[in-house]
C-alpha cells in the first residue's frame, strides 16, 4: 500500500519518494504504469484448413451432405477481441509511530480496477445444392458474318439447403476496492501487509444473434455459348424460417425467389457469378409477435423505399416512383398526410407528392426535393422552417418560396436549407444562433442567401448550427459552436453564437458530411472519417469521452463509403463488412442486439447485427434506419412514437428485425 523497507515485498508496486538511512519511503504506483492498456485479438475463418479437425472447416461441411455441391460464405469467420486495462484511482493512507523503528499504516484504494472486456463476433453462410438435369433444349444458331454463334440453353433443377448464423457475444469483470494494514520495521527486518479485497463485477456475459434456415426448389435456366459460357436465370419457390436469441422472436415465410448470374465453365476454367437475387413475392406464413392473419396467410409487403431519412423521432423515405412515406411522431402533423394524429407506427404516404428526388427529415417539419428543382416542406413553422413566407403550420406539403432550381435539401429541428444548381446554398426558418448563415439572427420565413460559400457539395444541420462541404473537399460552418460544433477549435460562449462561415480546421479531403444533434461526421477520400462536436456519449468515435473543436479520427474505421450523424450517436457504411455505429445506445440506436440494461454507450464502432446488406443508413435522435439493397427499409432503437415503422407496439428494440410496413 505505501512506504516499505529495501526488502520491498514480491508483488509491490511503488514509485520511491525518499529514503532515510535504511528505510525507503514510496508512494503506491497505478498498476497502468507497470502493465499498460493492451489490446489483443483473435481469429479464425471457416476456410482455415487448421479447423478441419473440429469438424469446422469447409471440406467437412462438404462431406457432412454426402455429395451434395456446398459451399460457405467467403467472410465466415468470428472474432474475439480482448481490451485489458489496468488502473487504479483515488489512494490514501495513515500511519502511527508505535515506538523507535516501528510504524502502523492503513491505506485504503478507492476506485483500483483490473477491467478485462472480451467481444466476440461474426458470421457464418452455408449453402448446399442437389441438382437434377432437365432437358436439353434445342440449340440456337445466329451468324456474326461468317463466324457461326452456338447458343445452348439447358436447364436444371435444383434444390437448394441453407442456412446462417450471426452471433454477438461480450463478457468483462472489474476488481475494486483494496483494503490494507500492516507495520513496517526501520531495521533492515522486513514489513508485514494484510490487505483485503473487495470484488464487484459488472457486465455479466451477453450473447445475441439470429439464425436462418430454409430451402427452395428451383428451375435454372443456363444459356451458353458453346455450352461453355453465358448468363443464367433462376426461378422458384422457397421456406424459411428466421429466429432471434435474445428476444423471443422468429417468423417462418414462404415465397418465390428469382436470381440472375453467369457462369463459364471450360476445360481449363470454371466459375460462376450471382449478380442479384430477389423476392419476387414473399408470404408472411407465421410470426411469434402476431396471431395468423385471416386464413394464415398474408403478404408481407415491407415499403419499397429507395432511401430513408431519419430525425428527431421520425423518418421518411422515398419510393421508385417519387411518393415520400413518413412514419413516426406527427404532433405537428410532420407525418404530411394531413392529419395531427399523435403518432403514426407505420410508413403513411405524404400528400400531393408523387415526383420526390429526396427528402430531409428534421423532427417536428419534413421537406422534400421535386423532380425539376422546387422544394416543398411540411409539419411546424413556428419559425418559418417551411419556407411558404408564412410561420403557419400545414400538416400538407407547401412550397417554398424562390426555390425552383434546388439539387439537394436539408433540415434542421426548426430550419431548413437548399443547395442550387449554381451550388450555391440557401436557407429558411429559425436563426437565433446564426444558423441561415446571412449574417444576422432574424428568422427567416422565406429562403435567404448564405455568402461566403459556394461550390457546395453537401450540407449538413445540426441543433443550431450549419456545415458546408465544398468541392474542395473542405468544410465550412456557422452558428451554434459551444461545444466545438463548428470545428474551427472555438469553443465556450464566445462561439454560440458565429455568424460568418469558418473553415473546419485541418480538413481538406472530404467527400460526405452528416450532423447529429450537437456534433458533425465526415467521410474523407482515403476511407476513414472524423468528427467533432459535441462528445459527451461518446458519439465522435475516439473512446475519449469529451467534446472537441477540431475534427478526430474515429478509431478502428475504414473503407467507409456512407456516413451519418443522430442524436448523440453516428453510423457508417463500409465496403468490407456490416454497418457500424458509435455513441448513445441507451435506446438500442447502436443495432448491436443488447437491450435493457445492457444498453451502454459504445466508445468505437461496434458491428451492426445482421447489418451486411445495407445500402443506406441514416441516424435519427434515438433510433436508426437503413435501406437493404432489395429495396426494404429496417429501424432499429426507440420506437416510443412508432419510428421503427413497423406497426409494432411502442418497444425499443436493439436490432432489426421487422421491416417498414405500410398502412
Known sequence: MAGVTDETPSGFIGEVMATSGSMVMTTPATLQDAIPEADVAASFDFDDPELSAAGLSQSSIKDAFKGVTASCSAGGSFTV????????????????????????????????????????????????????????????????????VVLVPEITFEAVIGGSFSASA??????????????????????????????????????AGQATAGIQLRARLDVKAYGGAGPYLTI???????????????????????????????????????????????????DSGDSLPPGGLAVLAGLPLTSVTSSGANSCGVDAVGNVHCWGDNSYGQIGD?????QRNVGTRVKFINDAVDVAVGGTHACALRNGGRVSCWGDNTWGELGDGTTTSSNTPVDVVGITNAIAVEAAPTSSCAILADYTVRCWGRNANGQLGDGTTTDRSSPVAVPGVDIVT?????????????????VRCWGYGFDGELGNGATGPDAAVTLDPVVVTGL????????????????????????????????????????????????????????????????????????????????????????????????????????????????????????????????????????????????????????????
Not at 338 to 342: I, L, M, P, Q, R
Open 170 to 207: 461480450t463478457a468483462g469483470f472489474t476488481y475494486t476496492q483494496t483494503v490494507g494494514a500492516g507495520l513496517r520495521f526501520a531495521d533492515d527486518r522486513w514489513t508485514t501487509e494484510f490487505t483485503n479485497t473487495r470484488d464487484s463485477f459488472f457486465r455479466p456475459p451477453t450473447f
Open 508 to 663: 481538406d479531403d472530404a467527400v460526405e458530411i452528416d450532423s447529429g444533434s450537437l456534433h458533425t461526421c465526415a467521410r474523407r477520400t482515403d476511407g476513414t472519417a472524423v468528427c467533432w462536436g459535441a462528445g459527451r456519449s461518446y458519439q465522435l468515435g475516439n473512446t475519449i469521452l469529451a467534446d472537441s473543436a477540431v475534427p478526430t479520427p474515429v478509431i478502428g474505421l475504414d473503407n467507409v463509403t456512407a456516413i451519418t450523424a443522430g442524436g448523440a450517436s453516428s453510423c457508417a457504411l463500409v465496403s468490407d463488412g456490416p454497418a457500424q455505429c458509435w455513441g448513445s445506445d441507451q435506446n438500442g440506436q447502436i443495432g448491436n442486439g443488447l437491450d435493457g440494461h445492457v444498453n451502454l454507450d459504445q466508445p468505437y464502432p461496434v458491428a451492426v447485427l445482421n447489418g451486411d446488406d445495407f445500402s443506406g443508413i441514416d441516424a435519427g435522435g434515438q433510433h436508426t434506419c437503413a435501406v437493404y439493397k432489395a429495396r426494404k427499409v429496417v429501424c432499429w432503437g426507440n420506437n416510443n412514437f412508432g419510428e421503427l415503422g413497423d406497426g409494432t407496439a411502442p418497444v425499443d428494440r436493439s436490432q432489426l428485425s421487422k421491416l417498414v410496413q405500410g398502412p
Open 236 to 286: 422458384g419457390p422457397f421456406f424459411e424460417i428466421n429466429a432471434q436469441t435474445d428476444i423471443p422472436w422468429w417468423n417462418i415465410d414462404a415465397g418465390v425467389k428469382a436470381s440472375i448470374g453467369a457462369e463459364v465453365d471450360l476445360v481449363f476454367f470454371k466459375d460462376e457469378v450471382e449478380f442479384a437475387e430477389i423476392d419476387l413475392v414473399r408470404f408472411r406464413l407465421a
Open 81 to 148: 477481441d480482448t481490451d485489458l486495462d489496468i488502473d487504479s484511482g483515488l489512494e490514501f493512507e495513515a500511519s502511527w509511530n508505535l515506538v523507535d523503528g516501528v510504524e502502523a499504516f492503513i491505506g485504503f484504494t478507492a476506485t483500483a480496477t483490473a477491467t478485462i472486456d472480451a467481444t466476440a463476433t461474426g458470421a457464418v453462410e452455408c449453402e448446399g445444392v442437389v441438382s437434377v438435369d432437365g432437358p436439353k433444349l434445342k440449340a440456337i444458331t445466329f451468324w456474326i458474318g461468317a463466324v457461326p
Open 338 to 342: 394531413g392529419t395531427d394524429v399523435a
Open 458 to 474: 453537401d450540407l449538413s444541420m445540426g441543433n443550431g448550427f450549419t456545415c458546408a462541404l465544398r468541392a474542395t473537399g473542405d
